[in-house]
């Protein structure tokens, strides 16, 4: 775990881990989902979709009680940012990650199963244009938020109900996005969506 140089405000202890999980955006208040939308069924090994396209997952909340009940959920990207390394100013990375260009996936999620879902692993991760995945970064920022990729709340995600969060990626240097990945359950094939960017 790397911690920063420096508290920001007195307030605020932030420490960066790579490869965990990712964070939710600021706009974290869940909402019943809308019987009218139609969400696309995916298709294993077919094309990527484009933005704002949603789609049908397989899921496994993995680490819960409910492991061995699978699920789905439906999953929008809705645009991939790319960020600076400035944005992590505070924090105390190594010349790797000091190297490497951040990208902020943000993406909805929609519990679509019968039994609440641990939010934290709801997140989208980026594939570079050679096909390796690269995981979310968890940003844990005690009393502030990451104001690029704010996080979500991390109480659970009730049946029929949806979130929209943020997954920090950190490419590292010389990677280019080539498209966002999702994969609710390691045994079944991942969705992908365009980088768009």
Known sequence: MLLPRTALLCTAVAALVMGATGCGSAKT?????????????????GDALPLGRSAVSPYVDYGTANQAEPTKVGVRVHEVRKGRIADFEGFDLDRKQRRSTPYYVEASFKNLGSFPLTRTLLRASLEDT?????????LVVLGGSFRPCPRSSTSKLRPGRSFTGCSVVMLPKGAEPGRVRFQGDVTKDPLFWEAGV
């Open 29 to 45: 208040a869940t909402k019943s989902v809308d019987q009218n939308i139609k969400i696309a069924k995916s298709e294993a090994g």
């Open 130 to 138: 050679g096909g390796t995945e690269y995981r979310p970064t968890t």
